[in-house]
């Protein structure tokens, strides 16, 4: 497996963990774009956790920079 996708499945597990032990921190983290709400019908923990290393991922240099 190559290092990047250890590291994006470890930021998803770790926050998968997180946010299923304190739903409201999930809640919370994906009101920080205030633009929609998730589903009512989908596990908000489990939403949370995959918008976390898209974040990560979206934020990166190369995400951002064209050279």
């Given at each position: 497996?190559?290092?990047e996708?250890a590291?994006?499945?470890d930021?998803?597990n770790d926050?998968?963990?997180?946010?299923?032990a304190?739903?409201?921190s999930?809640?919370?983290y994906?009101?920080?774009?205030g633009?929609?709400?998730?589903?009512a019908?989908?596990?908000?923990?489990e939403?949370?956790?995959?918008?976390?290393?898209?974040s990560?991922?979206?934020?990166l240099?190369?995400?951002i920079?064209t050279s």
């Open positions: 497996m190559p290092a996708l590291i994006i499945l930021e998803y926050r998968l963990r997180e946010f299923q304190d739903t409201d999930a809640k919370k994906l009101a920080g774009g633009q929609r709400k998730a589903a019908d989908l596990d908000t923990a939403v949370a956790a995959y918008a976390a290393p898209c990560l991922i979206f934020n240099d190369e995400s920079s």
